[in-house]
Structures are given as C-alpha cells and as structure tokens.
T-cell receptor
Framework: KAGVTQTPRYLIKTRGQQVTLSCSPI?????VSWYQQTPGQGLQFLFE???????NKGNFPGRFSGRQFSNSRSEMNVSTLELGDSALYLC?????????????FGPGTRLTVL | GENVEQHPSTLSVQEGDSAVIKCTYS??????FPWYKQELGKGPQLIID?????GEKKDQRIAVTLNKTAKHFSLHITETQPEDSAVYFC??????????FGKGTRLHILP
C-alpha cells in the first residue's frame, strides 16, 4: 500500500507570494491533517479535514487555508507569505480521524521564504 | 487548550543502555497519548501509543507508562541500538480532539 505523498518536496518563494501544497493520503483514508514543523515551535497543528469538511483548526492566521477533495486528496494554501512561514509542512492521513486513529505522516514539503 | 512539555531536549546514551523521555500534559480530559519517531528527512512515524484506561504498554524494547493523576507519561527504550538515534515526539489528544505535540527529544546512541 502506497504511503502518504506530498508535492512538491521543496519550494522556494519570496515574501508576499502565495503557495499551494498538495497531499495524497493512503488509499481508503478519509482524514487528512496538516502540521507546521519549525525548530523553535516544533510540530504545530494547522487543520484537519474529513470527507471534504474541515473538522478542526489550529491557531494560525487566516492566511493559512486548506481544502479536501472528494478523493480525499488535500491542499493547503498560504497567502501573503512571510519569512516566518519557512518551515517543513507535514500532512498526515488516518482512516477515520486523528482523534482515534493512528496518523501516517508524509515526508513533508520544505518551504523556504526569502 | 492542551499543552505538552517534553524533557530532555537532547539525550545521549551508550549503546545497550536504556533511554527515558518524559512528558507532562495540562488537560485532565486528555485520553490518548502517541509517541512518534522522526528520522532525518522523513515524517514522524508512530512507534507506540497508550490510552488513558491503561497504565503501561510494552512492545518489544519500547514501553510507555502513564500516570493520570500526575498528568505525565514516559517513553522507555531498553537495549538501545544505533538505529534508535532519531528525534522522538510525545503527543496528547486534548478535549478539543486536537493532537498536541511536545517539542521533541533528540536521542543519540553512542557506540
């Protein structure tokens, strides 16, 4: 069974631009969660989608948004990029939701904002 | 919301010795505590988890203990091996169903 895939793996953007990251969950998994990982703050929860609906949301500004498609693939978008948005963005899929099921993480997208 | 503290941030142990990583949480309603291992260039991988109705769980060389009264839980790795070198994260699920992670422990296994 293929694991969680994330594209692109690396991305360089400049301040003010916007970016879209993509995540394909494990086949059959309906939940996708997104996390931001930085050396200073560690792993921070962004949001979780289940069956195309946002189920939960972390404490990030509205510049961070996401969506999930009918095939469970998910995208997250960051608008008006800031230097502090440089991070590893991880997505994780689970069968029915992160609250009660094991999450499987992808390798992440490394975003650098210049 | 939930807050998870993890100690130590760095841990070095001789190969074959045991390693212990400790975490505390703030939300008394938390009932699910997973532990993840992250190797360089990879996403975190679940290595063991424990639910609040259990005090201890073991899987080969890895064990986790939970003290609900004190609101802390620990990861124990026995007979450490070079491949145990990685960053380990504890996490807790709060009453709002969000999974909150500790800041991580970088474990070095010394030859």
């Amino acid at each position: 069974k293929a694991g969680v895939t994330q594209t692109p793996r690396y991305l360089i953007k400049t301040r003010g631009q916007q970016v879209t990251l993509s995540c394909s969950p494990i086949s059959g998994h309906r939940s996708v969660s997104w996390y931001q990982q930085t050396p200073g703050q560690g792993l921070q929860f962004l949001f979780e989608y289940f069956s195309e609906t946002q189920r939960n949301k972390g404490n990030f500004p509205g510049r961070f948004s996401g969506r999930q498609f009918s095939n469970s693939r998910s995208e997250m978008n960051v608008s008006t990029l800031e230097l502090g948005d440089s991070a590893l963005y991880l997505c994780a899929s689970s069968l029915l939701g992160s609250a009660n099921n094991e999450q499987f993480f992808g390798p992440g997208t490394r975003l650098t904002v210049l | 919301g939930e807050n998870v503290e993890q100690h130590p941030s760095t841990l070095s142990v001789q190969e074959g010795d045991s390693a212990v990583i400790k975490c505390t949480y703030s939300d008394s309603a938390s009932n699910y505590f997973p532990w993840y291992k992250q190797e360089l260039g990879k996403g975190p991988q679940l290595i063991i988890d424990i639910r609040s109705n259990v005090g201890e769980k073991k899987d080969q060389r890895i064990a986790v203990t939970l003290n609900k009264t004190a609101k802390h839980f620990s990861l124990h790795i026995t007979e450490t091996q070079p491949e145990d070198s990685a960053v380990y994260f504890c996490a807790a699920r709060g009453r709002d169903d969000k999974i909150i992670f500790g800041k991580g422990t970088r474990l070095h296994i010394l030859p």
